[in-house]
């Protein structure tokens, strides 16, 4: 089994126990699978003393560690900040893109830090859908477009029937997106 080029996807995850006054470190990421390429925002806090509250940019890259048998293998992500304090992220993913564990160093007042081992959570579905929480959204959201747009293109008529089936699910779970696409069709009128 091999990671598919799908294009881009969100991927937000918090690395750390979740303990009170814990170190934390929260990732919302652009993952571009063509091109194994990653970039986004870094944010480390902690509560209790020395108190952290970082943001930082980082970029970096993904690759298949592949294994005997090719079942056993992972995703490593490496991100290296770009932006903000020195800080270096190593994720490990099962090929599904569910997180593994992480460990990260981080330098403050010429001092290296490290974190290993670190529990990682997904804190954005890796589905398509809404990635802006829907407190911050401020106008109509487009969950399928640009895949929408892909499968009708590549005219692969299996990839078109589970985008439509992923779509109807998340359709029948969202009254307000029914109307959007209701009001959507009528605007299009009969080419839609």
């Not at 487009?142 to 692969?156: F, H, K, P």
């Not at 985008?163 to 029948?172: H, I, K, M, N």
């Amino acid at each position: 089994m091999t990671v598919s080029s799908v294009g881009l996807f969100p991927l937000a995850l918090t690395i750390g126990t979740g303990a009170d006054g814990a170190q934390t470190l929260a990732l919302t990421l652009a993952v571009a699978t063509p091109t194994s390429t990653v970039t986004g925002m870094a944010h480390l806090t902690q509560a209790i003393s020395p108190p952290l509250n970082e943001t930082v940019a980082v970029a970096g890259s993904y690759t298949q560690l592949t294994v005997m048998p090719v079942s056993a293998s992972h995703l490593l992500m490496t991100l290296h900040s770009v932006a903000g304090m020195p800080l270096t992220v190593r994720i490990l993913f099962a090929l599904d893109w569910t997180p593994i564990s992480a460990s990260y160093q981080y330098e403050i007042d010429g001092v290296w830090h490290s974190v290993d081992n670190a529990p990682v959570h997904l804190t954005l579905p890796l589905e398509p859908g809404p990635v802006i929480p829907p407190a911050l959204r401020t106008g109509p959201v487009v969950l399928y477009g640009g895949a929408m747009q892909q499968a009708q293109s590549s005219g692969d008529l299996a990839a078109m029937k589970v985008l439509a089936s992923e779509a109807e699910t998340q359709l029948a779970k969202k009254d307000d997106l029914s109307t959007a696409l209701q009001a959507a069709k009528a605007a299009l009128g009969p080419q839609g």
